[in-house]
DNA sequence: ACATATGAGTTGTTCGACAATCCAACAAGA
DNA sequence: TCTTGTTGGATTGTCGAACAACTCATATGT
């Protein structure tokens, strides 16, 4: 076989290699990961050129972690001018929380939602601390992490990935934000005391009080969104 | 502008020129409409250089539009290995129906759910009149139809999409059947009942119809999926 | 001032190359 | 015979270069 030396290197080199993943979804993990954390503003154009050479990778290579990232929403290509990092306008605020209330409070109300109770008490106790050092970031992750574990006692691989892409996607609105901490500050205690409801058994109070919960994050991130005009 | 020359034979070139479609999008769509009316057969290999050939495009368009089905979930990449047209395992369609339940049944029950009626009874025809010449796959055409038209009820363009691709997806099982009659023939009569209580302004009770229509469909289509191995 | 032409820069698509990997067929040894 | 390498061909993964098609800003002509 050929570069046979190079695997030498060690075992733990060989496995390695045999889970690896290709270069195109790792450049589409890498573009995601700037997209969520805002290195890669909402709205700027991701110039093919550029990008290669940042990265160091080919333009067919890019140019497929594109589609990925397409599909899933974080981009949006505009034929012969570009691909830019999405947008969300107005309705996509409302039509992703219109998703959320079906979905998530379906799942909060059924009697198994007590299931994701261990992912949730953890999910708020890492944002707590994360705010406590003012990580707002990390805040926001451990939040998505919280609506995962309701949305994961559906049981349902379709419903979770949904969900997470749908979580992904609502983060671009986040970012066009001045301050992380207006829009996540209210929602530590809301979570915590879903946390307590679901504890005490009392998940359809629980559902109500996350439809409350979602209509207001709604209207929060409605009324910094507005305004802002390029 | 440029090429106006070109323009000349008539308005109706110059509009499909200003909203073309890629290359990519063109080859994925009809790798898709190959796969949805059973000409690439479920778990069949999809060869870069055959497809190249059969298509007329170099294997990095088709690549890229490879990404698109994959994000779909129609095609599946096994790397090194190749691509396949995805074959649905018996936890896939217990995990589609899940979804379908919950927010099909969602959206029957909401008092909206009439905005869809005429959508719903033009399917319900359609579906009768394909019927009764034999033609099976436009019955499967009418009854995806059908039912985007009680989710589009929810007025959610993400509702819609998730819908569309789940149905897309589910279609991977049909064709799996001997006879898509057998799956088929049951339920338009029960399509049928359907709009009937919802014209008599009877959502609830139309929701828990549905509810036992999507079981029963479930279960017919397990039955005749788990004892196909190759 | 307005319409049109020009040109530089970017995207869309193709081609050819080669490394990495899989797989089936074959060869060698127990 | 059965198992275990070995080998070579076929396929995928990735790259680089090329050119056509298109956008946009600028310059030109009227």
Redesign the pocket.
């Known amino acids: 076989?050929?570069?046979v030396d190079?695997?030498i290197g060690g075992g733990a080199r060989l496995l390695a290699?045999?889970d690896?993943?290709?270069?195109?979804?790792?450049?589409a993990d890498a573009l995601r990961e700037r997209i969520l954390d805002g290195q890669l503003r909402s709205g700027s154009?991701?110039?093919?050129?550029?990008l290669?050479a940042a990265l160091?990778?080919?333009?067919?290579?890019?140019?497929?972690a594109?589609q990925i990232l397409i599909a899933e929403r974080l981009l949006v290509?505009?034929?012969?001018?570009?691909?830019f990092v999405r947008r969300l306008e107005a309705a996509d605020v409302r039509d992703i929380y219109a998703v959320r209330r079906l979905i998530e409070c379906a799942a909060l109300a059924a009697p198994a939602s007590t299931r994701g109770l261990p992912e949730m008490q953890a999910a708020v106790e890492t944002a707590h601390a994360a705010a406590a050092r003012g990580d707002w970031y990390e805040v926001g992750n451990a939040d998505v992490r919280f609506h995962l574990a309701i949305t994961a006692s559906v049981g349902s691989a379709r419903v979770d990935r949904t969900m997470r892409a749908l979580l992904a996607e609502l983060r671009l609105a986040f970012q066009l934000m001045a301050d992380a901490h207006a829009l996540h500050e209210p929602f530590l205690g809301r979570n915590q005391q879903l946390v307590e409801m679901l504890e005490q058994r009392r998940p359809v109070e629980a559902s109500i009080e996350l439809a409350g919960y979602l209509d207001d994050a709604e209207q929060l991130l409605l009324a910094t969104l507005t305004p802002v005009e390029p």
Do not use: I, K
């Open positions: 076989m050929d570069r190079e695997a290699r045999l690896r993943a290709s270069t195109t979804q790792v450049v154009q991701c110039q093919e050129l550029q290669t160091g990778v080919s333009r067919n290579t890019l140019r497929e594109f290509r505009e034929p012969h001018r570009g691909v």
